[in-house]
């Protein structure tokens, strides 16, 4: 314990400073020497000390100016003042001051070295107190966030759950339903009219069904680590092509029009052609899901750099407010529409899309105001030609 401890004595008695320092030194404890008040703060405020032993009276300044900015510095140094002229008021005012110890000239070294060992003990478990006290406040921070964290999942995954059995409850009551009133004998016979279109509807909310599966299926993938990167050299304009012919029966039922644009430089490129293929499926279906009749859909391609595709949904149609584009990202994050649009989403489009982003190694956003449009921008790193 001596052999780390640092003691300061402070005395203007030359005798007394060297006795004391040299008694000090051969219990084992590491001594720094003051002759007065002005080099005592100096060294006080250079190194810290464990001990301080300070002479009440000095020549410049009293000790217990010493004690109040050894206190100031390091409260848990421990101050023995000492005096030759003892009185009961200069104990009292020192220990008041926060003095450790009190002791009256000549000093008895035996009585010092108790009163020495008993302040380093009493330090040791101040420290260790407050380490301890530091731990738990650690440890309760982050029980809580721990706690916070958990009820955050459970609330998500209660909210998740209960928007996922609504809709799939949803195409699965048409189904039902319409199928019910095919299959009752109790009802009068149909028209072919009416039969057929009832065979329509049950067609149109099974693929609704089959493509809410799909992507629940997807996102799950996603969470679980299950889905992985498969790239291969492509053409990307073909790709758009192919994407283009797939969405074209979509956008003919509102008259719309979609313009790809792709920038100068952009051939062949590698990445997961299926999983970007997807990304733009997904921002164009929703482009044309908020896109009012004959409205205008375009893609626009470019390289920010040779190795960072950066690729852009553009629509003229009723935009997203600023509040709902906080969670448009989310699953099932759907935004409140105006009866002017027709048909309604799952709600995991956007928020797959991100996560097929974000599985390249990129990034997604959107710039939206109400009646302005929406523009949907993303780009993703490309994996380097020639690499595995």
């Known amino acids: 314990m001596s052999s780390g401890t640092n003691i300061l004595v402070t005395d203007d008695e030359i005798a007394t400073l060297k006795t004391l320092s040299a008694s000090l030194e051969d219990m084992g404890y590491r001594i720094a020497t003051a002759v007065n008040g002005q080099e005592a703060l100096a060294l006080i405020r250079r190194q810290p ?13 009293s000790g217990l100016e010493i004690l109040e900015t050894a206190k100031e510095l ?5 101050v023995i ?51 301890l006290v530091e731990s738990l406040q650690q440890s309760n921070k982050k029980l809580e966030e721990a706690n916070k964290a958990l009820e955050q999942v459970s609330r998500a995954k209660s909210d998740f759950m209960a928007k996922m059995s609504h809709e799939l409850r949803t195409p699965l009551n048409s189904i039902i339903g319409f199928s019910e009133v095919l299959l009752s004998k109790r009802t009068s016979p149909i028209d072919q009219a009416t039969h057929d279109e ?10 609704h069904l089959l493509h809410l599966i799909d992507s629940i299926l997807d996102l799950s993938k996603i ?54 293929k997807q990304i733009f499926l997904n921002l164009i279906s929703n482009a044309h899901k908020f896109t009012l009749t004959k409205g205008k859909i375009k893609v626009i391609c470019q390289l920010e750099t040779p190795l960072l595709l950066h690729c852009s949904i553009i629509d003229n149609g009723i ?4 509040q709902d584009q906080q969670r448009i990202f989310e699953e099932f994050g759907q935004v409140k529409t105006s009866p002017s649009v027709k048909g309604r989403g799952v709600g995991l489009g956007l928020s797959i ?6 599985l390249h190694g990129g990034k997604i956003w959107v710039i939206s105001e109400p009646g302005c449009g929406s523009t949907f921008t993303f780009s993703i790193p490309l994996a380097k030609k020639g690499s595995t």
């Open 223 to 276: 969470e679980s680590g299950k889905m992985t990167l498969e790239s291969s050299e492509f053409d990307l304009a073909v790709l758009l092509e192919d994407v283009k012919v797939t969405v074209l029966p979509m956008l003919a039922t509102k008259k719309q029009t979609l313009q790809i644009e792709i920038g100068d430089g952009i051939s062949t490129i590698l990445a997961d052609e299926a999983k970007l």
């Open 81 to 131: 003042m000492i005096t030759g002229h003892a009185s009961i008021e200069t104990a009292v005012d020192a220990i008041n001051e926060g003095a450790y110890a009190y002791i009256v000239k000549p000093v008895v070294m035996n009585e010092l070295e108790t009163i020495i060992n008993n302040a380093l003990r009493e330090q040791r478990l101040l420290i260790e107190n407050r380490e």
């Open 353 to 358: 899309a991100k996560r097929l982003v974000e």
């Open 74 to 78: 390091n409260p848990e140094t421990a």
């Open 319 to 322: 935009g997203i407010s600023p």
């Open 49 to 61: 000390f464990n001990i301080i032993i300070a002479d009440i009276k000095l020549p410049d300044i």
């Open 198 to 207: 009832f065979f329509n509807y049950i067609h149109i909310s099974a693929k």
